[in-house]
Each structure stands twice: as structure tokens, then as C-alpha cells.
């Protein structure tokens, strides 16, 4: 966060507007964006070894040396990547399955979501550069760690735990229970995508996420 805020902080007094004048906050907001965007693009498509930041500074229509500014170097600029879908995905995941009373439907909503959000093409392509890069990168795997389900942050624990502290779960280990929920659901399918195995249809995910669900709850709910 710091960085960030470092970075930003230099763009406005070092970098210029085409037309003169030192850019607004909202612009040198709008180039971070756009630097992770372009980032995020070829990292996918072309994998971290073949992605320079020759590459990235070019697409996104910036020198060299603003992106070295803004991020220090390529490692940094990756994690920066990485941090932002993990937000991103998060962010998208808030209200899933809060709505719902019934924890087979809750459950069933947010697992539905997640493991759409875990093969999309995008994920498998990054989960593929972080297993490879995960020797080289120790910082990026220690922040993916603190992202776990086990997090306290993290919907589907706030999903397992609403539903133990009603009573209608009874579980004494709330991280434990989350964790083994979220491997069930991601874990055998990522392995066949990140294999480069068949797509998984929107039907097969469904009957999954349901068989998950149920197998799930048949552990976990009060007699």
C-alpha cells in the first residue's frame, strides 16, 4: 500500500500530460489501472518468462521508466496483478450467498461462483505461471496463503460460520471445515484444467457444486 501510494505520489510530480501540466490524482489512479490491465493481458497470454516490461510499458503507452517508478520491477508488477484479481474476485463474491437462510442454497450460490471464477480462462492461465514462478516468488505464495479460506475475511467461511452460530451447523472448527468445503469444490477441477484437460460444461460444475453441497452438509449438519 505504501508503494502505491509512493508511486502515485511520484507519476504526479514527475510525469506530464500531453498537453502540459502535471497529471490529477484520477489520471495517475486511471495509469495504474491500465499498467495491471495491460500486465494482466500478457502475463496470461504469453507467461511471465516471455513478458517483458519492455512489452508491458509499449502496450500500455508509457516509458519504461514510469513503470519502473510506479512498480520497481517485473516480480513486483506480477504480485501487484495477482493482488488485484484475489481483490477483485473477493470483491465480487461480498454478498454471495448472504441472502440465502438455507445453507445448501448459500453454500450451493457460492461455491457455484467460486469455481466459475477459478476456470475462467484467465485464472488457469495465471494458476500456471504462480505454480511455476512459486520457487522464484516465496513473497507471492506467502500472500496467496494469506488469502486462504481459512481467512477470516474470505464469504464462505462467513457463510459456514453464520450457519454454525445459528446452530443449524455443528462444526467446532470453522477454518478446518472452510478449507476442506473450498478444496472440494475447486480442487479436482483446476487439477484437469491447469492439466490442460476438456472444459468443464456449465452442467458438469452444477451437478458438481450439488453432489459438493450435499456430501458437505451431510457431515456438518446438527442432528
Request: net charge positive; hydrophobic share 40%; with cysteine.
Amino acid at each position: 500500500m505504501k508503494q502505491d501510494k509512493k508511486a502515485r505520489s511520484e507519476d504526479l510530480e514527475g510525469s506530464k500530460r500531453p498537453h502540459g501540466g502535471r497529471p490529477t490524482l484520477k489520471e495517475a489512479e486511471q495509469l495504474h489501472g491500465r499498467i495491471l490491465d495491460v500486465a494482466t493481458e500478457l502475463f496470461t497470454k504469453h507467461g511471465y518468462g516471455e513478458t517483458s516490461i519492455e512489452a508491458i510499458a509499449a502496450s500500455a503507452g508509457i516509458g519504461k521508466l514510469t513503470l519502473y517508478r510506479r512498480f520497481g520491477d517485473k516480480d513486483a508488477l506480477f504480485q501487484a496483478v495477482a493482488l488485484r484479481m484475489s481483490e477483485q474476485s473477493r470483491s465480487a463474491m461480498a454478498a454471495i450467498g448472504e441472502n440465502n437462510q438455507n445453507p445448501s442454497d448459500a453454500l450451493t450460490e457460492a461455491g457455484s461462483f467460486l469455481l466459475n471464477v477459478v476456470l475462467s480462462p484467465q485464472s488457469v492461465a495465471f494458476h500456471r505461471i504462480v505454480f511455476s514462478e512459486a520457487a522464484r516468488l516465496p513473497e507471492l505464495c506467502a500472500s496467496m496463503h494469506q488469502d486462504a479460506p481459512s481467512d477470516r475475511g474470505h464469504p464462505i467461511r462467513r457463510i459456514i460460520l453464520r450457519f454454525a452460530e445459528q446452530g443449524v451447523l455443528d462444526i467446532n472448527d470453522v477454518d478446518f471445515l472452510t478449507h476442506q468445503f473450498v478444496q472440494a469444490v475447486i480442487g479436482n477441477p483446476l487439477r484437469k484444467a491447469l492439466l490442460g484437460g476438456p472444459p468443464m460444461s456449465a452442467q458438469a460444475r452444477q451437478d458438481h457444486v450439488r453432489k459438493t453441497v450435499a456430501l458437505f452438509l451431510r457431515g456438518a449438519v446438527r442432528d
